[in-house]
């Protein structure tokens, strides 16, 4: 499952992802936390995917559908560049 947040322009390079495991009960019906996407990429994110991995699968499935992992992935954006003073007109 794909998040698209926002359009990436062409000329911005995409860095490699943030991985998160989020732990989840009963087959994903009582998470066991809240995660603020703020915490992990301090200047919002272009993307968030969540998917199940093979690693999360075995999990599931030792628990007997218990303990249901799931892993996120968050696509960061980059702090703004700083804007460029114009200068200033000298003063009379």
Known sequence: MTFVVAHIPEAVEVKEPVEVRNSFFLLGLAPTNDLDARAVCPHGTWQIEER?????LLLTLGTLLIYT????SYYCREPAPPAVASPESPSP
């Open 52 to 56: 199940t991995t093979f690693v999360d």
């Open 69 to 72: 992992p799931r892993t996120s």
